[in-house]
Nanobody, 127 residues
């Protein structure tokens, strides 16, 4: 288990950008696959993007393709989600999750009952 802290959320106009960060204090974080998920009011949680422990493989949900980029800096124990061309439909709570040894695509199958999850950060996109 790792303790995850998300930051970088906020209110932005449609077409704008945000960069979310997911930080962990445990050195073992570099052995974890990491994913960003989001949940909008009244909707199920969905995968946005994921990366493997080295950061050399990524996997994106349909909602993110072409607009969002996931990356990680293991020296800083941090994973980032760069979000560009934001739309009102991107509004929701964004969660960071980590699962040890998971590859990027496996993160898409992570249950809320498994792995480690952060508390979430709110992203609101106005039209």
């Amino acid at each position: 288990q790792v303790h995850l802290v998300e930051s970088g959320g906020g209110l932005v106009q449609a077409g704008g950008s945000l960069r979310l960060s997911c930080a962990a204090s445990e050195r073992s974080f570099r052995t974890y696959g990491v994913g960003w998920f989001r949940q909008a009011p009244g909707k199920e949680r969905e995968l946005v993007a994921a990366t493997n422990r080295n950061g050399d493989r990524t996997y994106y949900g349909d909602c993110a393709k072409g607009r969002f980029t996931i990356s990680r800096d293991n020296a800083k124990n941090t994973v980032y989600l760069q979000m560009n061309s934001l739309k009102p439909d991107d509004t929701g709570v964004y969660y960071c999750a980590a699962d040890r040894w998971a590859d990027a695509q496996q993160m898409g199958e992570l249950s809320p009952l498994d792995g480690s999850w952060g508390q979430g950060t709110q992203v609101s996109v106005s039209s």
